[in-house]
């Protein structure tokens, strides 16, 4: 069945939820990346912070910036048509105070075409939630594994093991849906936990690592076609595996061009043989330098 084409909206994913019908989003960092994501009939598109480690090879995703962001963000803008697009605000865009976080996600949509932003954290983002919302900008919430508090949370783990850290996470949900979030990431989260919050929320939750109760699903595209090696996540199936070929690829190029091999007659363009002959003559006649 061909998709449907016509733009994806914050209210296209209630609706969504309303109905029962499963959300997809897929990160994407790059025009090539976009257009495939768009072309497949994905629903959502997250710029995601994801690309410090995936794309850029920091370990974490702490170094990522306002202005890195906004580079992959108008790249993804020029190849999307159809998804709605997130972009995520990087460590320290929205901590220091609600002024600076409402200026910084407004940077995504005045310059880098996105149609809405994400931002990491529960209670503690209440206030800059609502100051977005007020500003007339759609906010996806981010809780369970932040991958923004790495560090204090001491690795890259599972998150609301606990009955009472379960109890908080509901909390931290039903703080931002009341602020005003239209979608909200469980990220890493037993998978009872997050059915509990996706049935207490009006709003649509995106689930990576936390199951299948979740209205929708996400996953980073380096894991999803097998792009990044380093670690694969429990919870991230590949769908490919375009490393390997990548690399026959890389090797096969090298190899024909030692060997003289590549370019062949169909990559090479002569020059028209008249013109050839009148060129060798102009030539023998002497160049003009002598
Ligand atoms: O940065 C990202 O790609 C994300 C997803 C994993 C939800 O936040």
Request: proline share 5%; hydrophobic share 45%.
């Amino acid at each position: 069945m061909a998709p449907d084409r016509q733009k994806v909206t914050v209210r296209t994913l209630q609706r969504k939820k309303m109905r029962g019908e499963p959300i997809t989003m897929m990160t994407a960092y790059d025009y090539p990346t976009a257009r495939w994501v768009d072309e497949a009939g994905i629903d959502v598109i997250l710029v995601g912070d994801s690309l410090g480690m995936v794309v850029l090879g920091f370990p974490n995703t702490l170094p990522v910036t306002v202005d890195i962001m906004l580079h992959h963000c108008k790249a993804v803008a020029r190849g999307a048509r159809r998804a709605l697009l997130v972009g995520d605000m990087p460590f320290m865009s929205f901590q220091v105070s609600v002024e600076e976080t409402v200026r910084n996600a407004g940077r995504f949509l005045q310059e880098a075409g996105m149609d809405a932003v994400k931002l990491e954290g529960g209670r503690e983002r209440v206030d800059a939630v609502r100051a977005l919302v007020d500003a007339g900008i759609p906010v996806m919430g981010h809780i369970g594994l932040t991958p923004q508090r790495v560090h204090q949370f001491g690795g890259f783990r599972l998150q609301g093991r606990t009955a009472e850290a379960a109890r908080r996470l509901v909390e931290d949900a039903l703080a931002l849906e009341e602020a005003g979030v239209f979608a909200i990431v469980l990220e890493m989260v037993p998978a009872q936990v997050a059915r509990y919050i996706t049935e207490r929320l009006q709003v649509p939750t995106i689930g990576i690592g936390a199951g299948p109760y979740c209205d929708g699903q996400v996953l980073v595209f380096h894991d999803t076609v097998g792009m990044f090696e380093e670690f694969q996540p429990k919870f991230a199936k590949r769908y490919a595996q375009v490393a390997p070929l990548i690399r026959r690829a890389l090797q096969q190029y090298k190899e024909e061009v030692e060997t003289r091999r590549f370019p062949a007659a169909e990559h090479t363009t002569f020059m028209d043989e008249t013109e050839w002959e009148a060129f060798l003559r102009l030539m023998e006649a002497g160049d003009g330098r002598e």
